[in-house]
C-alpha cells in the first residue's frame, strides 16, 4: 500500500470527522419555541424575523450555554427560568429546591443511555440536537449558575420575611400581656355558686375582646412564605 495512498485516507477521514463535529444552529422564535438544524434559517422578512434568536452551537463543547431572553422570558437553552418578582417572595424561596432538581439531573440524569431512552419513550424529538445529552447539562449549567447568581436576593428576601415575623410576634406578645394585665387570670368557676358564675362571665368577656385581633395576627404569621 503506497503513502500517497495512506495519505489519501487519513484526509478523508478527518474531512469526514470534522463534518460530524460542525456547527449546528440553534433557533428560538418568539414564543419561546426551540430547534436545532445543521442549516441556517432561510432569510425572512424583516417585520417576521422580529423576536427570532439564532445562534451557532458547537454540539462537542462544555461550557454551560448562556441565558437568552426571548420576549418578557428569560432561557437557558430549553429551560424557562422562573420569573421573579419581588413582591412575590414565594417564588425566591423556591429557587433551592429548584437548583437541586437542577443539580440531581445534570448529575445522574444526563448520560447517553438515558437521553437515548427518553428519545425512544418520545420525550425527546430525534430531529433535534444530535447531542442532547450534552446540550442538556450545558443547559442545567447554565439554569445553576443563573439560580447562584439569585443567591444574594434570596438572602435579603429570607432577612426581610423574618423581620416581618419577628415584629407580628412582638405585636402579638404585647397583646397578650396587655390582655393578662387587664383581665388576670381565669377564676374559679362552680354551677352551683352564682358569685362564681358572675366573675367567670366578667373574665370571658374582657379575654375575648382581645382574641379577633390576636387571631388576625397569628394568621398573618403563618401566612409569611419560608415558615
Known amino acids: 500500500m503506497s503513502l500517497r495512498f495512506i495519505l489519501c485516507i487519513c484526509l478523508f477521514l478527518l474531512a469526514s470527522f470534522q463534518a460530524q463535529a460542525g456547527k449546528f444552529y440553534k433557533i428560538v422564535d418568539e414564543e419561546g419555541n426551540v430547534t436545532y438544524s445543521q442549516f441556517p434559517p432561510p432569510p425572512q422578512p424583516a417585520q417576521e424575523q422580529q423576536g427570532v434568536k439564532v445562534d451557532e452551537m458547537s454540539v462537542s463543547g462544555e461550557s454551560a450555554s448562556q441565558v437568552r431572553s426571548v420576549g418578557n422570558k428569560q432561557y437557558c437553552g430549553e429551560i424557562m427560568l422562573p420569573s421573579l418578582n419581588p413582591k412575590e417572595p ?31 419513550m418520545g420525550r425527546y424529538n430525534l430531529s433535534r440536537d444530535p447531542s442532547e445529552a450534552g446540550q442538556r447539562k450545558r443547559d442545567l449549567q447554565c439554569a445553576i449558575q443563573w439560580v447562584d447568581k439569585q443567591n444574594g436576593e434570596v438572602e435579603k428576601v429570607r432577612s426581610s420575611l423574618q423581620e416581618e415575623a419577628n415584629q407580628l410576634n412582638q405585636q402579638i406578645a404585647r397583646l397578650k400581656a396587655k390582655r393578662d394585665k387587664q383581665c388576670g387570670s381565669e377564676p374559679y368557676r362552680d354551677p352551683n355558686q352564682p358569685g362564681t358564675e358572675v366573675l367567670w362571665q366578667r373574665w370571658r368577656d374582657c379575654y375575648y375582646q382581645f382574641q379577633d385581633e390576636l387571631y388576625d395576627l397569628e394568621y398573618k404569621v403563618s401566612e409569611i412564605p419560608g415558615r
Open 90 to 120: 414565594e417564588g425566591y424561596l423556591e429557587l433551592p429546591d429548584l437548583r437541586q432538581a437542577w443539580q440531581s439531573e445534570m448529575e445522574g440524569d444526563t448520560d447517553l443511555n438515558n437521553v437515548r431512552f427518553r428519545m425512544y
